[in-house]
């Protein structure tokens, strides 16, 4: 059972990244410094959830397969992402800047480190595209928060220009973008060399990317539709559906992990 709770801890630890990655997206200076705050706090609890629960992993199971430098990785981007938070109450704009980028490159290391570790014994070419997958998946699963989040802020701030929307709807649509490229690569890669493991599997493989990036790829459609209008309102809605496929397409690709070994 621990292998089943570190591909699960991974989904939170991508919210967490990949959350802190696309809050880069909106125009800082153009959007009131709540927006960053109450953001910042769901993607750092998704990171602490996830990298605490790898810490606590690593320090209660003997063959949880964790090491010690990605428990250590994990400990120091928290703290790095906590002190960054805490700097949007304050106006030291440098070490603000320092350390998201900071808390930005230890997670991608950490979160990295985790899907290489998750693909031990499958050879090389799967360790990469165990990485890229969780990264490409990490992006996707944080714009689409993103774009949630910033839909409801044009409730608070009713002024608000629709820019910053439609930047953070277009980084969602690149991200998805990418993580279907990612997948496709994997698909050949899995097409040449076919492991037993995937004959059993084939439906779930299928479920992870129709649920997960296809479906959210429609719904993103829509949202392009309801942007041009502009209604806020309605996009913020279909964010929410889209935000639930992503993290169906995520959590189903974990599974498919936990029970194949395979990244997906």
């Not at 998201?100 to 950490?110: E, K, R, S």
């Not at 949630?148 to 709807?169: K, V």
């Not at 990418?178 to 493989?205: K, M, T």
């Not at 479920?207 to 459609?221: K, M, S, Y």
Request: charged share 10%; aromatic share 12%; hydrophobic share 60%.
């Amino acid at each position: 059972m621990t292998l089943f709770a570190r591909c699960f801890l991974l989904v939170f630890c991508q919210l967490g990244v990949g959350g802190l990655l696309s809050l880069a997206v909106p125009p800082f200076h153009e959007l009131e410094r709540g927006f960053f705050k109450s953001s910042g706090g769901v993607f750092l609890f998704g990171s602490l959830v996830g990298g605490l629960g790898t810490v606590w992993l690593w320090l209660t199971r003997e063959a949880s397969g964790i090491g010690p430098v990605e428990a250590l990785l994990w400990i120091v981007h928290g703290g790095l992402f906590a002190a960054y938070l805490s700097s949007l109450w304050g106006d030291a704009m440098a070490a603000r800047a320092r350390l998201f980028a900071a808390a930005l490159l230890t997670g991608i290391a950490a979160l990295a480190t985790s899907a290489w570790a998750l693909a031990a014994g499958q050879g090389a070419a799967v360790h990469l595209l165990a990485v890229a997958n969780a990264l490409v998946g990490a992006a996707a699963l944080g714009a689409v928060t993103t774009g949630m989040l910033i839909g409801h802020w044009y409730l608070i701030d009713t002024s608000m220009e629709i820019d910053p929307f439609r930047r953070c709807f277009r980084w969602f649509v690149w991200t998805l973008s990418a993580e279907l490229a990612c997948i496709a690569v994997l698909a050949l890669y899995l097409a040449i060399f076919p492991p037993e493991a995937l004959a059993d599997h084939s439906l779930l493989f299928a479920l992870r990317v129709v649920l997960g990036p296809i479906a959210a790829l429609g719904i993103a459609f829509m949202i392009h539709r309801v942007l041009l209008i502009p209604q806020t309102m309605a996009a913020t809605g279909l964010f929410y559906i889209a935000t639930l496929a992503v993290l169906v397409g995520e959590i189903l690709g974990r599974y498919f992990t936990f029970r194949t070994g395979l990244p997906l």
